[in-house]
């Protein structure tokens, strides 16, 4: 059997999809593509049990859709399409599900993601998908599903978690054939997911080329109500492999790859005794002096020590999310931390030699202009004071499946439920900063990074080649955002 994992072109005039691995969806000027790493481990988990696997993913490509569709439908011919969908572009993707079925009628098409793991039936109502998996695990699912359609021995029922039209009903498969055990699936095939792709075209790095990994699924706090991972990976089911499993894919990727820096995307990097083993292990080893590390990590989550150990296991980039700095604001999110905290842990983290970037949003129905004004104000401290490099500026948006999405509904929050307009160009929910005053927000907060004291301090610790090359680029990233937020919405 023949399987396509594909991302399909979405041309606008709004800018580029970030589309794959992004917990939040937006259209971006300066795109950043980044590693889809579920995906890819459905790609190489499908290659190792004998299928035919082509990595499709026109988007970072930069493929037309005409050729796309040409593509796809003319030279690979696949038995299985399997897309992820975010809420955004999920009716695009329904046209173009319709329009796969239309010229492959025999093909199986299946989409997977957040967006239909909330609302699964619906997919099944408005397109001509043939299943829908949810849950954040769909590279087993897809195995699954893949040895369930090809008659394997054994796979008699539709798997667990996976919607689809019987007889004219939608059901759901509810038998769980795998295991969802982290450390049993084949370390991820570069080549087969051209991981080039995805290697320059990334603000995160520094060192090229660059590429990514995922020690575990996907956050250990799993909790933050704004999150659409949580509708795929609640904290209480936080899954990781063992450390000694992530060096030797770490060794694979400097030998073979000759990779000169890596981003860990689990949601919030293991702590505690596995951090510590990793950190050691990454220095026994010396890969400490052949890559650079970066990951995910949350506010109060280490001490200073820890911080340490990271900084001489060569950790560079350190993201964070800050989200609000209304102690109001950080409780409804579920975030778990106090304000006072925030700046101690970008304290500790530059101490370390690392190179903190926060997350910050804005638009929320309960915060006032002077609640996001002192987020503003705080952001343009900490890059005066130097003690961040750098920072995302979002518009919120529930997400459905998320708790947020919930209390929006609840509430009447909600403006619009047309899912084309989730897509971070203006505010869905009723807020005393609106939509043009959000994206004014959003643009001070990446201004923020423009502070003359910020710009002298990087200019003097230029020390190489890929020091100055790194600064422009984030300059342009920089400027690049600014005008993300300050496009008008295209013509429907």
């Known amino acids: 059997m023949k399987i396509a994992v594909s991302y399909p072109p979405l041309n606008s005039d709004k800018g580029v999809p970030l589309l794959s691995q992004n917990r939040q969806f937006q259209w971006f000027h300066n795109p950043t593509y980044i590693y889809p790493m579920i995906p890819a481990s459905a790609a190489a988990l499908l290659a190792e049990n004998g299928y035919k696997v082509f990595w499709d993913d026109g988007i970072a490509e930069g493929l037309e859709y005409p050729e796309w569709i040409k593509r796809i439908t003319g030279t690979y011919k696949p038995d299985l399409i399997a897309f992820e969908t ?95 055990d982290l450390n049993s699936i084949p370390m991820i095939d570069r080549d087969l997911t051209f991981w080039k792709l995805y290697s320059e075209k990334n603000g995160n790095f520094k060192y090229l080329p660059g590429t990514y990994t995922m020690a575990g699924r996907d956050c250990w706090w799993g909790r933050c109500s704004f999150c659409s991972w949580t509708t795929l990976f609640p904290g209480s089911s936080f899954k990781t492999v063992t450390p000694t499993r992530l060096l030797d894919e770490i060794g ?125 104000a705080f952001a343009k401290r900490m ?41 971070m160009q203006e505010s869905v929910w009723k807020s005393e900063v609106g939509t043009e005053e959000v994206k004014v927000f959003s643009q001070a907060l990446y201004k923020a990074a423009l502070q003359p004291k910020f710009i002298i301090r990087k200019i003097a610790r230029i020390r190489s080649f890929a020091d100055f090359i790194f600064l422009i680029r984030a300059g342009l990233k920089v400027f690049g955002h600014l005008k993300d937020f300050a496009r008008k919405r295209e013509t429907p």
């Open 86 to 180: 975010k809420t955004p572009v999920v009716k695009r993707h329904w046209k173009i599900v319709d329009e796969l079925k239309m010229k492959l009628p025999e093909t199986k098409v299946v989409l997977m993601g957040d967006h239909v793991t909330a609302f699964p039936e619906e997919s099944l109502k408005n397109c001509k998908a043939d299943y829908v998996i949810t849950g954040g695990d769909y590279d087993f699912s897809l195995l699954e599903l893949s040895n369930y359609l090809s008659g394997e021995s054994g796979y008699t029922e539709v798997p667990e978690g996976i919607y689809y039209l019987k007889d004219g009903v939608i059901s759901r498969g509810s038998k769980r054939y795998l295991e969802r």
């Open 383 to 423: 890059f005066e004071e130097g003690w961040i490099d750098s920072l995302q500026a979002t518009i919120v948006v529930p997400y459905p499946g998320t708790p947020m999405f919930a209390e929006a509904r609840r509430n009447g929050w909600l403006l619009t439920e047309d899912w084309d307009r989730y897509d």
């Open 252 to 376: 694979i990727l400097i030998e073979k790859y000759h990779v000169k820096e890596i981003f860990d995307d689990t949601g919030c990097f293991p702590k505690g005794e596995w951090l510590k083993e990793f950190c050691k292990g990454m220095i026994e080893r010396g890969y400490h002096k052949r890559v650079v590390m970066g990951c995910n990590m949350r506010v109060g989550a280490l001490n200073q020590e820890e911080w340490n150990l990271m900084g001489k296991a060569n950790f560079r980039f350190v993201l964070i999310g800050l989200e609000s700095m209304n102690q109001k604001t950080l409780d409804r999110l579920n975030k778990g931390i106090k304000v006072a905290q925030i700046e101690e842990t970008m304290k500790m983290a530059k101490r370390a030699g690392l190179e903190p970037h926060i997350t910050t949003m804005v638009g929320y129905p309960w915060e006032t202009k002077n609640d996001a004004g002192e987020t503003i």
